[in-house]
């Protein structure tokens, strides 16, 4: 896991795109699927990352697997999303790396475990809903439909994690 710099704004935009093509087949009509632009989504992302244009890699992590962008993070710290809480705002890795424990180790890798966290997440999607069970969010009661898709979506809170201890 890196912080994500300039140079993988196209691996970035290449996975989240596949990422959404793999994982919402059952849930995303085709025709939006298909519809994705991945020069455009690039665009945006470079934005984002390029500190000349204001934007910062700080919130965005990446997996790569020989050089190829496999998973990404970004996370939006407490004030920014809210007075007391981080925002989750995109985890994803590509189908072929499921179960690896890439996911795993971007939660790690870019959320303080002392600090609430909140994300949204599509509400028809049980693997998601799963995979943040099992790293402390749950369901909080807001919901909301997504502005692309329409599809309804909940938002899951997370509470202060305890943190390992790692000295003995």
Known sequence: MVPAALEHAR???ECHIES??????????APVLAAFDIDRRAAAVARRLDPAAGGTAERT???????????????????????????????YVREAWYGTGVADDLVRTALDPGIPCRLWVFADAPRALAFYRRH???AD?????????A???????????PVPDRSG
């Open 11 to 13: 691996g970035i935009a």
């Open 20 to 29: 959404w093509r793999e994982a919402y087949t059952s849930l995303v009509p």
């Open 61 to 91: 992590h990446v997996a790569l697997a020989g050089g190829e962008v496999i998973g990404f993070v970004t996370v939006t710290a407490p004030g920014e999303s809210g007075p007391a809480y981080a925002e989750l705002d995109a985890l």
């Open 136 to 138: 402390g969010w749950t």
């Open 141 to 149: 009661g807001a919901r909301k439909f997504e502005e692309f898709t």
């Open 151 to 161: 599809l309804a979506q909940l938002r899951m809170s997370r509470t202060p994690q």
